[in-house]
């Protein structure tokens, strides 16, 4: 049956037009229930539980179903959901009109009157329905609503219906539900007092006007990590000028959470402010104490001299609230028997959360998620409630779930319907395979990578021709082989983005049959392959270049050492050995080119755990070696980047995928020229090629580890390299790499952007068919957003499993007494580097109950003088490290100084390892 449905609408121009909506409706869709006779094969999409919801309800002692209306859904699931929810609710609910629940709106009845109206009927003609089916069982359908006025219409026409907590608070097997209930509103639970802390967020309407006014600015909210009393918000918008804004204080802050979007308002410029030099850590429990807060204000500044000074705002409202829920611990109220307790985010940029619970005693020494209800003007944290307990702290387990829910890392098995779309086993290449492929199975090809490795990308080889020249291949898995454009498969390894590598655990972004098996690049196996082949001379100058999709054999799987030992041997001359040499040698003179172009070489400390066998506990620790077989994979890597990347862009020029690195603005490389200069340095940063020199030259005899530290120091200036569409930008420039255009080809196993990439390169040399999705800029823009976040996301998350990693490693080893080099100087703090194990950590000189030392800090220098001793950046200090338990949230590893000796400051080099968490035991033992 249609249904019309006509309106008019004003245009722009003035005139009036006639618009008709038409709802089809069918009288053929069952309800839902299995084994329902009347509807007997009409059901079709989603259908209801098999089993009604268990009748331990004290309101409803029956078998029945629920029937939330639109606002519960809002307020009570989308607050524990992932952002993206709503929508997966709606398809999962979506379901064609139906002729007998179909509600037109009536004359003067507004949309939301008209929708909560038409959810009574479905409520109502559910149970008609259900009555007819099981008489003498009572099933029914609950209304559940948290409107009032709906509530009582509800009831009026008989329709059993109770509020969310009416529901929650009846479950009488379930007691622990009713900590999960979202708060209503923002005024909901809030503390008792009259006293206003924020002011008010001004309506969304007069945010846009003043944004289009430009009162106001629109960015996003970052809060710091090191001071919880300081933020910067990132104007969005073209204008380059503002484009950061500090906010400092409490106020100012005004309730915004960290990657809000936020209108701001810049204050006077005889009211801007320094970034802070503080680290300050939010770790009070009364959380009425805002005297102490003001205090603490007034730390955060400096005497500078004004070129130091940034822009500086407030907010004066939200525009977009991202929360999400978060992953911490309970810090139980000191209150007996209060319910009332302060959650604390395991990411120090999320405020603390107030919760009621009742299960506190339980939650206490566990990692729990909790959401955000609301944050009231008269409250120093948000509201929230308690969603789920994942463990005990300092679990394994439950700590590595906790790190991939912080960082948003997709990590659920792969599904059925993914894995519906894999090839069946066994494998081999077929005929079909071999089409548009070339045969390059008799070359002599091998792949080098770190130990242990099962998700092999890349192959390669070097072989002379008979006009004297070399042939070398670079040979990638050909994974989009496997992986067909739009399917579930393919959907996944989009929305998954890359491969996450932990310490113990590797979140693959394919499933495991393709990354560890059919297209892992292991020896002795035939498989298929992309690859890009150059015909160089003797000096590695590029004479062709050819792109084919292939089949090859490898015939050796090496570690980076077996291969530096193979080309090392006087011993060894087989075809293997014999191809390393010879990608050896152009990879010196590729790489001295590249340096020459100014390419950077910079530098970060990388450490590897070796883990017991049984236990899997981190039992050494070191940095990792670099040999010159890294160079060469790595150069030849990059060299088929550039190629492709030149031929994508060639065929593409509108939707080439392509990756860059913006250069850095000046005030980024402040601190390295200041560094470098307290060294009698000079480090320019006009271009890279300047920058690279410059480094190049920092070099002291006295001092061989000074060129190391400052190319991790300038490694800290640089921006993020990221992945965007070619007609989208029109800066294609990698500083780092030194190369006008760049793209990643060599690792499709674990980068979604390299699927993408050999893509359109199989339809720029013929091998493969176009999709529209691929030449769709915007849509390649909009993979390009989830793919930048992905890969940010990954990095945080294989950061934080090194330092859950290293604090095992320091529980089992205990007090240790290291050397250490500064790399920066806070006002009360220096945090330091120690290169044995590539661990950076702060040393504080302001401790609690203790007396304060004299400290002066000089922001130019930049030093920071401690009672007579002067630190300056990359001084050499000897410090103790020891795994601080005593916050078991906050679990960290705690550094004291040992050397240089300052009376009251310095730990003597004697001292006896104390338990630094006996302070904690002794308190839990008064508690007993």
Same mark, same amino acid.
């Given at each position: 049956?249609?249904?019309?449905?006509?309106?008019?609408?004003?245009?722009?121009?003035? *005139?009036?037009?006639?618009?008709?909506?038409?709802? !089809?409706?069918?009288?053929?869709?069952?309800?839902?229930?299995?084994?329902?006779?009347?509807?007997?094969?009409?059901?079709?999409?989603?259908?209801?539980?098999?089993?009604?919801?268990?009748?331990?309800?004290?309101?409803?002692?029956?078998?029945?179903?629920?029937?939330?209306?639109?606002?519960?859904?809002?307020?009570?699931?989308?607050?524990?959901?992932?952002?993206?929810?709503?929508?997966?609710?709606?398809?999962?609910?979506?379901?064609? *009109?139906?002729?007998?629940?179909?509600?037109?709106?009536?004359?003067?009845?507004?949309?939301?009157?008209?929708?909560?109206?038409?959810?009574?009927?479905?409520?109502?003609?559910?149970?008609?329905?259900?009555?007819?089916?099981? &008489?003498?069982?009572?099933?029914?359908?609950?209304?559940?609503?948290?409107?009032?006025?709906?509530?009582?219409?509800?009831?009026?026409?008989?329709?059993?219906?109770?509020?969310?907590?009416?529901?929650?608070?009846?479950?009488?097997?379930?007691?622990?539900?009713?900590?999960?209930?979202?708060?209503?509103?923002?005024?909901?639970?809030?503390i008792e007092s009259g006293r206003i802390i924020f002011s008010e967020h001004l309506p969304l309407s007069k945010l846009q006007q003043g944004i289009k006014s430009g009162t106001y600015l629109q960015g996003t909210f970052r809060a710091s990590r090191e001071n919880y009393l300081e933020a910067t918000v990132w104007v969005h918008g073209d204008d380059e000028e503002n484009k950061e804004i500090i906010l400092q204080g409490l106020k100012h802050l005004n309730r915004a959470v960290h990657e809000d979007i936020v209108a701001v308002e810049l204050?006077?410029?005889?009211?801007?402010?320094?970034?802070?030099?503080?680290?300050?850590?939010?770790?009070?429990?009364?959380?009425?104490?805002?005297?102490?807060?003001?205090?603490?204000?007034?730390?955060?500044?400096?005497?500078?001299?004004?070129?130091?000074?940034?822009?500086?705002?407030?907010?004066?409202?939200?525009?977009?609230?991202?929360?999400?829920?978060?992953?911490?611990?309970?810090?139980?109220?000191?209150?007996?028997?209060?319910?009332?307790?302060?959650?604390?985010? &395991?990411?120090?940029?999320?405020?603390?959360?107030?919760?009621?619970?009742?299960?506190?005693?339980?939650?206490?020494?566990?990692?729990?998620?909790?959401?955000?209800?609301?944050?009231?003007?008269?409250?120093?944290?948000?509201? *929230?409630?308690?969603?789920?307990?994942?463990?005990?702290?300092?679990?394994?387990?439950?700590?590595?779930?906790?790190?991939?829910?912080?960082?948003?890392?997709?990590?659920?098995?792969?599904?059925?319907?993914? /894995?519906?779309?894999?090839?069946?086993?066994?494998?081999?290449?077929?005929?079909?395979?071999?089409?548009?492929?070339?045969?390059?199975?008799?070359?002599?090809?091998?792949?080098?990578?770190?130990?242990?490795?099962?998700?092999?990308?890349?192959?390669?080889?070097?072989?002379?021709?008979?006009?004297?020249?070399?042939?070398?291949?670079?040979?990638?898995?050909?994974?989009?082989?496997?992986?067909?454009?739009?399917?579930?498969?393919?959907?996944?390894?989009?929305?998954?983005?890359?491969?996450?590598?932990?310490?113990?655990?590797?979140?693959?972004?394919?499933?495991?049959?393709?990354?560890?098996?059919?297209?892992?690049?292991?020896?002795?196996?035939?498989?298929?392959?992309?690859?890009?082949?150059?015909?160089?001379?003797?000096?590695?100058?590029?004479?062709?270049?050819?792109?084919?999709?292939?089949?090859?054999?490898?015939?050796?799987?090496?570690?980076?050492?077996?291969?530096?030992?193979?080309?090392?041997?006087?011993?060894?001359?087989?075809?293997?050995?014999?191809?390393?040499?010879?990608?050896?040698? /152009?990879?010196?003179?590729?790489?001295?080119?590249?340096?020459?172009?100014?390419?950077?070489?910079?530098?970060?400390?990388?450490?590897?755990?070796?883990?017991?066998?049984?236990?899997?506990?981190?039992?050494?620790?070191?940095?990792?070696?670099?040999?010159?077989?890294?160079?060469?994979?790595?150069?030849?890597?990059?060299?088929?980047?550039?190629?492709?990347?030149?031929?994508?862009?060639?065929?593409?020029?509108?939707?080439?995928?392509?990756?860059?690195?913006?250069?850095?603005?000046?005030?980024?490389?402040?601190?390295?020229?200041?560094?470098?200069?307290?060294?009698?340095?000079?480090?320019?940063?006009?271009?890279?090629?300047?920058?690279?020199?410059?480094?190049?030259?920092?070099?002291?005899?006295?001092?061989? !580890?000074?060129?190391?530290?400052?190319?991790?120091? &300038?490694?800290?200036?640089?921006?993020?390299?990221?992945?965007?569409?070619?007609?989208?930008?029109?800066?294609?420039?990698?500083?780092?790499?030194?190369?006008?255009?760049?793209?990643?080809?060599?690792?499709?196993?674990?980068?979604?952007?390299?699927?993408?990439?050999?893509?359109?390169?199989?339809?720029?040399? *013929?091998?493969?068919?176009?999709?529209?999705?691929?030449?769709?800029?915007?849509?390649?823009?909009?993979?390009?957003?989830?793919?930048?976040?992905?890969?940010?996301?990954?990095?945080?998350?294989?950061?934080?499993?090194?330092?859950?990693?290293?604090?095992?490693?320091?529980?089992?080893?205990?007090?240790?007494?290291?050397?250490?080099?500064?790399?920066?100087?806070?006002?009360?703090?220096?945090?330091?580097?120690?290169?044995? !194990?590539?661990?950076?950590?702060t040393v504080f000189f302001e401790e609690k109950d203790k007396p304060k030392p004299r400290l002066i800090y000089d922001d130019e220098i930049p030093s920071l003088k401690i009672e007579d001793t002067v630190f300056h950046i990359f001084d050499k200090v000897k410090v103790k490290i020891m795994l601080d338990s005593s916050n078991l949230q906050h679990q960290k590893i705690r550094m004291s100084l040992v050397e240089p000796q300052i009376p009251g400051i310095s730990i003597p080099v004697d001292t006896p390892n104390m338990d630094i968490n006996e302070p904690e035991r002794k308190k839990k033992r008064r508690e007993k």
């Amino acid at each position: 049956m249609l249904k019309s449905k006509t309106f008019l609408k004003k245009t722009r121009a003035g *005139g009036v037009m006639k618009i008709v909506r038409e709802h !089809y409706l069918r009288d053929d869709i069952g309800c839902g229930a299995p084994g329902c006779a009347a509807c007997g094969s009409a059901h079709e999409g989603p259908v209801l539980e098999p089993q009604p919801l268990d009748p331990a309800s004290s309101l409803c002692p029956w078998p029945h179903y629920l029937l939330p209306d639109t606002n519960v859904l809002l307020h009570q699931i989308l607050r524990v959901w992932r952002p993206g929810t709503w929508a997966s609710v709606a398809s999962s609910l979506r379901l064609p *009109g139906s002729l007998e629940t179909y509600v037109e709106q009536e004359q003067g009845e507004n949309a939301n009157d008209r929708n909560d109206r038409a959810i009574r009927v479905a409520a109502k003609w559910y149970n008609e329905h259900l009555k007819k089916m099981s &008489a003498e069982n009572h099933l029914q359908v609950i209304f559940i609503t948290n409107d009032k006025k709906n509530k009582e219409k509800a009831i009026e026409e008989g329709i059993p219906a109770f509020t969310c907590e009416e529901y929650v608070k009846s479950l009488t097997a379930n007691p622990e539900l009713i900590d999960r209930l979202a708060c209503l509103s923002e005024e909901g639970n809030e503390i008792e007092s009259g006293r206003i802390i924020f002011s008010e967020h001004l309506p969304l309407s007069k945010l846009q006007q003043g944004i289009k006014s430009g009162t106001y600015l629109q960015g996003t909210f970052r809060a710091s990590r090191e001071n919880y009393l300081e933020a910067t918000v990132w104007v969005h918008g073209d204008d380059e000028e503002n484009k950061e804004i500090i906010l400092q204080g409490l106020k100012h802050l005004n309730r915004a959470v960290h990657e809000d979007i936020v209108a701001v308002e810049l204050l006077p410029k005889n009211q801007w402010v320094a970034p802070s030099s503080v680290v300050l850590h939010d770790e009070g429990q009364n959380e009425d104490d805002l005297e102490k807060e003001e205090e603490r204000e007034r730390i955060l500044k400096t005497a500078i001299n004004e070129k130091m000074l940034k822009p500086t705002g407030r907010v004066v409202g939200i525009i977009k609230r991202n929360w999400r829920p978060y992953c911490g611990m309970l810090s139980k109220s000191d209150i007996k028997e209060s319910r009332r307790h302060l959650f604390t985010p &395991a990411d120090k940029r999320i405020p603390r959360i107030r919760i009621e619970t009742r299960q506190a005693s339980t939650l206490e020494g566990r990692r729990i998620i909790v959401a955000i209800d609301g944050w009231p003007r008269n409250s120093r944290y948000p509201n *929230g409630h308690f969603v789920k307990n994942l463990g005990e702290v300092g679990d394994k387990e439950t700590e590595t779930e906790v790190l991939l829910l912080e960082h948003d890392v997709p990590h659920q098995p792969f599904s059925q319907a993914v /894995l519906s779309f894999l090839p069946k086993m066994p494998w081999s290449i077929t005929e079909k395979d071999m089409k548009n492929r070339e045969d390059l199975r008799h070359l002599c090809v091998c792949s080098v990578d770190p130990p242990g490795c099962t998700d092999i990308d890349d192959a390669l080889h070097c072989r002379e021709l008979e006009n004297g020249n070399l042939e070398v291949g670079v040979h990638i898995a050909d994974v989009s082989h496997f992986i067909r454009p739009g399917n579930a498969l393919d959907q996944e390894s989009a929305r998954r983005g890359t491969t996450v590598y932990l310490c113990e655990k590797r979140i693959d972004m394919v499933p495991e049959l393709l990354s560890s098996n059919l297209c892992s690049l292991r020896c002795n196996v035939d498989r298929l392959a992309f690859s890009c082949i150059w015909e160089m001379n003797h000096n590695a100058e590029i004479l062709k270049v050819r792109f084919t999709k292939s089949a090859i054999n490898s015939k050796a799987s090496l570690t980076y050492a077996e291969a530096q030992m193979r080309i090392d041997s006087t011993a060894m001359n087989d075809d293997i050995t014999t191809s390393l040499r010879g990608l050896n040698k /152009l990879t010196k003179i590729l790489k001295k080119r590249r340096i020459e172009k100014g390419a950077l070489t910079l530098s970060s400390p990388e450490v590897r755990f070796h883990m017991d066998s049984e236990t899997h506990d981190p039992i050494d620790l070191q940095t990792k070696e670099l040999r010159e077989t890294n160079s060469m994979v790595e150069e030849f890597m990059l060299l088929a980047n550039i190629s492709v990347a030149k031929k994508i862009h060639e065929e593409f020029s509108e939707h080439a995928l392509l990756r860059k690195h913006p250069a850095p603005p000046p005030s980024n490389y402040e601190i390295l020229v200041k560094a470098a200069k307290s060294k009698n340095l000079e480090i320019k940063t006009d271009t890279a090629k300047s920058l690279a020199d410059s480094l190049d030259r920092a070099d002291s005899p006295t001092f061989p !580890y000074l060129n190391t530290l400052l190319r991790i120091l &300038a490694t800290r200036c640089m921006m993020q390299a990221v992945y965007f569409c070619s007609g989208m930008d029109n800066d294609f420039h990698h500083y780092g790499l030194a190369s006008p255009i760049y793209t990643h080809f060599t690792s499709p196993i674990r980068r979604y952007a390299d699927i993408i990439v050999h893509r359109l390169l199989a339809v720029a040399i *013929g091998a493969d068919c176009t999709y529209p999705e691929l030449t769709d800029k915007h849509k390649l823009a909009d993979l390009c957003k989830n793919l930048n976040f992905r890969h940010k996301m990954a990095q945080y998350a294989q950061r934080a499993s090194v330092a859950f990693h290293t604090q095992l490693f320091f529980k089992s080893k205990g007090i240790v007494s290291e050397e250490a080099y500064i790399l920066f100087v806070r006002k009360n703090a220096i945090v330091v580097l120690i290169p044995k !194990y590539g661990l950076e950590g702060t040393v504080f000189f302001e401790e609690k109950d203790k007396p304060k030392p004299r400290l002066i800090y000089d922001d130019e220098i930049p030093s920071l003088k401690i009672e007579d001793t002067v630190f300056h950046i990359f001084d050499k200090v000897k410090v103790k490290i020891m795994l601080d338990s005593s916050n078991l949230q906050h679990q960290k590893i705690r550094m004291s100084l040992v050397e240089p000796q300052i009376p009251g400051i310095s730990i003597p080099v004697d001292t006896p390892n104390m338990d630094i968490n006996e302070p904690e035991r002794k308190k839990k033992r008064r508690e007993k």
